[in-house]
Structure formats: C-alpha cells, structure tokens
T-cell receptor, first 109, second 117 residues
Framework: DAKTTQPTSMDCAEGRAANLPCNHS???????VYWYRQIHSQGPQYIIH???NNETNEMASLIITEDRKSSTLILPHATLRDTAVYYC??????????FGTGTRLKVLA | NAGVTQTPKFQVLKTGQSMTLQCAQD?????MYWYRQDPGMGLRLIYY???????DKGEVPNGYNVSRLNKREFSLRLESAAPSQTSVYFC????????????????FGQGTRLTVV
C-alpha cells in the first residue's frame, strides 16, 4: 500500500475554508484515497473517499489531482468543532489499512 | 445500530498479567482491524483480518495475538502485558471493495484505554 505525507499542523480561521493537502506519489491504479478525522481521543471518523474523480458530501470535498499523486480535503466553512487530527489513507482491496501521522488542524475563533 | 463495540473501555493491568480485548461489529463486514494509539501519536496497525478464519500481522504485532472467532468478533490478546503496551486500543471494521467501492469506509469503536503498571 502507498504511503502518504501530510503537514504536521495547520491553522484555519473560523468560517474560512480549510484546505488539507496529502501527498501520495506512489499510489497505484486500484488504490482509493480516504480521509478520516479524530477528535480528542475518540475513534476516527470517516469523512470522504475517492478514486480519481473529485467527490463531495455533506462534510467535505475531496480534490484528487489528475496524476493522482496528491489530494486536498476541503472543509468549506470551518467551525471550532472541526478542530481535530485529519488522516489521509491510501488503500485498495488488500485489506491492510495504514494510518500516517495526520495533520493537526486548529480552527481559530 | 451499534456499529463497532469494544470491551472493556478501561483496564489497568500489572506487568506480566494477561487479558483479552473484545470487539464485535454488526455491519456484516469481512475486514476487521486492531490499532494502538500512544499519546500524541497516530494509529498503528497491530493485526488485521480480511475474513473469518484469516489473520495477518500489521505494523506492530509483537506481544499480541488475535482471534477471528466468527464474522462478527475479532479479539486481541496480551499474553504477558508490559508497560510499553500502555496505550489506547481501537478496533475497526470495513466494507469490502469487491462488494461495493462506495461502502468501504472503516468504522471504529470507542477504544479501550489500557494502562500496564
């Protein structure tokens, strides 16, 4: 499974869009990009995933570059409750599901 | 709909004691996982099970054993607990890519906070 690289931390003003990047330059053709977040010490919560097309749901948007080597998670209007650690994972049907170190997002009032 | 249930929620062990962490899911998922998370760190995969009757090592399997008892249950056993195993343990289950690619997100339990003294 491909590895991912994320910035250690980011700040975002409340009400602004939070753009969280993820690099996955060794991604293979059958691997999906997944995003999760973890608030405090709770279990991680699924946000969104995609293969090659951009995806949007009620929580966020996922933008995947055409070469699929990187992606960006967009929280369109960040709130204080979005303060969390965000994890980007690349995985296929090989069943191994490896988390990286994630990005600690702090939303500032 | 309970999702993924872990027991116990908290546990204190003495060095050398053994215990089993229990995990059950009610979503009919084939894949199940055990992770540990040390303070301020990300999740590290201990073991996973792609289907009933199969288990495989993850990133940090030493000191642990697992059993996939049936499709619903996946347990993690510490045979001789050590202080280095003090951590929060998360169990997860995940839908199969081969069944439907839209339903392959992982669902996590609330964690077991284990302290080994």
């Amino acid at each position: 499974d491909a590895k991912t690289t994320q910035p250690t931390s980011m700040d975002c003003a409340e009400g602004r869009a939070a753009n969280l990047p993820c690099n996955h330059s060794t991604i293979s053709g059958n691997e999906y990009v997944y995003w999760y977040r973890q608030i405090h010490s709770q279990g991680p919560q699924y946000i969104i995933h995609g293969l090659k097309n951009n995806e949007t749901n009620e929580m966020a948007s996922l933008i995947i570059t055409e070469d699929r080597k990187s992606s960006t998670l967009i929280l369109p209007h960040a709130t204080l409750r979005d303060t969390a650690v965000y994890y980007c994972i690349v995985a296929s049907g090989t069943y191994k599901y490896i988390f990286g170190t994630g990005t600690r997002l702090k939303v500032l009032a | 709909n309970a999702g993924v249930t872990q027991t116990p929620k908290f546990q204190v062990l003495k060095t050398g004691q053994s215990m089993t962490l229990q995990c059950a899911q009610d979503m009919n998922h084939n894949s199940m996982y055990w992770y540990r998370q040390d303070p301020g760190m990300g999740l590290r995969l201990i073991y996973y099970s792609a289907s009933e009757g199969t288990t495989d090592k993850g990133e940090v399997p030493n000191g642990y054993n697992v059993s996939r008892l049936n499709k619903r249950e996946f347990s993690l056993r510490l045979e001789s607990a050590a202080p280095s195993q003090t951590s929060v343990y998360f169990c997860a289950s995940r839908g199969d890519l081969t069944v439907h690619p839209k339903n392959t997100e992982a669902f996590f339990g609330q964690g077991t906070r284990l302290t080994v003294v």
